[in-house]
């Protein structure tokens, strides 16, 4: 790469572009414009004694040399994906967050953590082991970014006990809901725990001694432990060591009271550390801490091996709470020598050790938001509305007629999942007209009604395909048992192609009508998930348009068989053609803009890590593109420096439902480009998963697109927005100023209530 250049050595011609050095370097040069077509002689590869050949140029072509793109231009993935964690912890800590959404947030935190530790920091660790180099754009050692990524959890964890500790604790104790230890319990509250101890904990408790004779137990991933130092009484007889597993099967908070007076919850791991005179009789309990490992939950299957990937799969999470451990929580009041005993037994490093103050594990107040019937203290809850277009009274319209006057454009959870992409499934099941159904799933629920469907389909004799992702991370034993159970159906299950996921979300229906044969799809932006369609904001796209039928109708032939197509019609296909057709487009702007036009590009995705793309809109922006990003989690893109991005705005939305829609702009006016798919810019979408855009040509539906990426970008807009040294800003700080809440906003506009 050459040496980076600073703006300041640098000069922009009339279309705001940089100049090349030679031009930048004379200040009095004029410019000159430039001549339609140039030939420029370059040298064959034949012998020396061949004609020279003449390549033509296109004039306004810039080279990588006329761009600054200096080496740290690149914000490290890993704390881009806390800084993302952080500010879901500020959403809990805002107590403009009603009280027990607050909770809710917490627990959001500590679990986002727990998946960062077990897949991002174990995948550091396992590299750094292994002496791999680093990867990515920032090039940080990698022993460097896994001490900068232990200060800065240090750092949050101790903000989140906090908030717990001093703030939300506190103020649901005021609201009648109390999270209360074993000292605060009356007598009589008291002697109805030690009943349910003795009956419903005590006999699935296991107490494991640990001395010459029985070696230390192995701590299985995530689960909550208690460390007990013990001593026989009387003489001077040595310290003893046990673990105690607090049970899974019961739950983490014990309901001490339910009634008109109020919520009273006792921690288990309280309630049993105040009973450990009935799992070791006759010791003294000199010291009792709470403490939990996380290990690596990356499997390793060997798709090229293993001739059965589900049986393969199995075996690999059999063995996943085996991983080598990765993270260490304790109690802050732990002694040295107990930690000491840990560590050591636990073959970790005193770098992997959390010291948490308060509760460990708070991801568990899930169960006091799902408990506490109070929704004065919660979002206000609201119906998703049937799409206008699908709306018919009080029968449901089918799906069907309506497609085939014009496409749908459906955006959860404003609009109704179960009334649009579950209605199209299961009239296509109920249909006899259906001839066959092909449809992907990444993620379901455990009583899938679209699961229902396809095995009702099935059994009434049609011909149903269904591509099962086992390998959607943390969701393969669901989805392991949803393949077996299709194809005990009579449905044909596939798992996709070697070495690559498939996370694309389409079906297509295929159906008799006259003498002809036509295809209906859906494409979307998140999964086949009614229970998360009501938290997860995303956009679907039914349609009967031929050439999206034939194009889904050749993305099945490659997921099924052995096709090999990489080009298609209204499509593009990771990992061949996502990148390279969002590039392409990136590049026509930039042209418009070297031109003295008017050009923008707006995405809206997950994450941006990829460095081909990153760099593509580094040098768009210097072309002169106006540049909006609406960036969920990580952002490796500086946005703001001079020279090199200050055509480029980053900003995040984080609140009530999680944004997850992938949306894509290019263009300013009405022949803009609109496309919207399962693809988010990084290594693993564009490289190593089959992904799927489909543009969107529908006017109304471009307008909605529009407006949403719009909205999200205005300055009344609350969000939170990135500078070029990587740090977020929260845009709400101006209490003069009113703010728009995004989602709140498109609630109202959609379903027609305030929330």
């Not at 930048?24 to 430039?34: F, G, K, L, N, S």
């Not at 689960?223 to 001077?236: C, E, F, I, T, W």
């Not at 408990?371 to 049937?386: I, M, N, Q, S």
Request: proline share 6%; hydrophobic share 40%.
């Amino acid at each position: 790469m050459n040496p980076p250049r600073t703006p300041e050595t640098r000069r922009r011609g009339p279309n705001g572009r940089y100049l090349p050095r030679s031009a930048a370097a004379d200040t009095a040069a004029e410019v000159r414009p430039v001549e339609p077509v140039v030939e420029v002689a370059v040298e064959s590869d034949k012998v020396a004694d061949s004609p020279v050949e003449f390549v033509e140029i296109e004039p306004d072509a810039p080279t990588d040399d006329q761009y600054y793109l200096p080496d740290d231009r690149f914000l490290n993935r890993e704390m881009s994906w806390l800084d993302f964690n952080a500010r879901v912890l500020a959403l809990a800590e805002d107590p403009g967050t009603p009280l027990l959404e607050r909770a809710k947030f917490l627990a959001i935190f500590a679990s986002n953590l727990d998946e960062f530790y077990m897949v991002r920091v174990a995948g550091l660790k396992r590299r750094l082991s292994a002496g791999l180099p680093v990867r990515g754009g920032d090039r940080s050692p990698l022993r460097q970014q896994i001490e900068t990524i232990t200060e800065r959890t240090a750092d949050l964890v101790t903000r989140h006990s906090a908030c717990f500790a001093d703030e939300v604790r506190p103020k649901l104790a005021a609201e009648g809901i109390e999270v209360v230890s074993w000292k605060e319990l009356d007598a009589p509250e008291q002697g109805r725990l030690r009943t349910f101890f003795r009956e419903q904990v005590f006999p699935v408790l296991t107490p494991l001694a640990v001395d010459p004779a029985h070696p230390f137990p192995y701590i299985s991933s995530r689960s909550l432990n208690l460390a007990v130092a013990l001593r026989y009484p009387g003489g001077d007889h040595p310290e003893l060591f046990a673990r105690v597993k607090v049970p899974d099967n019961v739950p983490r908070f014990v309901t001490v009271q339910n009634d008109s007076r109020g919520v009273r919850f006792l921690p288990i791991e309280d309630l049993i550390a105040n009973h450990l005179d009935q799992l070791f009789p006759g010791m003294q309990t000199l010291e009792t801490h709470a403490f939990r490992v996380t290990r690596n939950a990356e499997l390793e299957v060997d798709e090229d091996r293993d001739e059965d990937l589900l049986q393969a799969l199995e075996r690999e999470l059999a063995q996943r709470r085996f991983g080598p451990p990765v993270r260490l929580e304790v109690a802050a009041s732990i002694s040295d020598h107990v930690l000491d005993l840990l560590v050591r037994e636990l073959d970790m490093d005193s770098h992997d050790v959390l010291r948490v103050p308060g509760l460990l594990d708070l991801s568990a107040l899930w169960q006091v938001f799902g408990e506490c019937d109070r929704d004065d203290l919660k979002d206000r809850p609201f119906v998703p509305a049937t799409h206008p277009q699908l709306a018919d009274g009080e029968v449901p319209r089918s799906v069907f007629n309506r497609l085939r006057e014009s496409d749908i454009l459906v955006h959860h959870p404003y609009h109704s999942f179960s009334t649009s992409v579950q209605r199209f499934i299961e009239q296509a099941a109920a249909d006899p007209n259906v001839l066959a159904i092909k449809q992907t799933l990444y993620r379901t629920s455990g009583d899938s009604p679209i699961v229902d469907a396809l095995v009702d389909a099935a059994a009434a004799g049609k011909q149903v395909v269904v591509l099962v992702e086992v390998k959607a991370r943390f969701d393969e034993v669901a989805n392991i048992a949803w393949a077996r159970t299709l194809e005990r159906a009579g449905c044909h299950v596939v798992y996709g192609l070697v070495g690559l996921k498939t996370h694309c979300k389409t079906a297509l229906v295929v159906r008799q009508e006259g003498n002809q044969l036509r295809r209906y799809c859906h494409i979307g932006t998140g999964n086949y998930h009614p229970k998360t369609a009501r938290l997860y904001e995303d956009f679907g796209m039914l349609t009967a348009d031929p050439e999206v039928g034939a194009d889904v109708t050749d993305l099945f032939n490659v997921l099924t068989g052995y096709s090999r197509q990489t080009t298609f019609r209204r499509l593009l296909v990771a990992p061949h053609g996502v990148r390279k057709g969002l590039l392409e487009r990136v590049e026509e702007q930039a042209k418009i803009a070297r031109a003295g036009g008017e050009a923008l590009v707006q995405f809206k995705v997950n994450s941006l890590v990829d460095e081909e793309t990153t760099d593509a809109l580094y040098r768009a922006s210097q072309d002169g593109v106006r540049i909006d990003l609406i960036i969920r989690g990580m952002c490796a893109l500086r946005p703001g420096v001079p020279g090199l991005s200050e055509n480029i705005r980053v900003r995040s939305i984080v609140g009530r439902f999680l944004e997850h829609s992938r949306i894509f702009r290019f263009g300013t006016g009405d022949d803009s480009e609109y496309w919207m798919g399962s693809a988010d810019l990084m290594h693993r979408n564009l490289d190593r998963r089959v992904e799927a855009l489909v543009r969107v040509t529908l006017p109304s539906a471009r307008d909605e697109i529009r407006n949403v990426l719009e909205l999200s970008m205005t300055d009344e807009t609350e969000g939170w927005d990135l500078d070029g040294d990587g740090v977020w800003h929260r845009n709400n700080s101006d209490p003069g100023r009113p703010q728009t809440h995004l989602q709140a906003a498109l609630l109202r506009r959609v379903i027609g209530k305030k929330s």
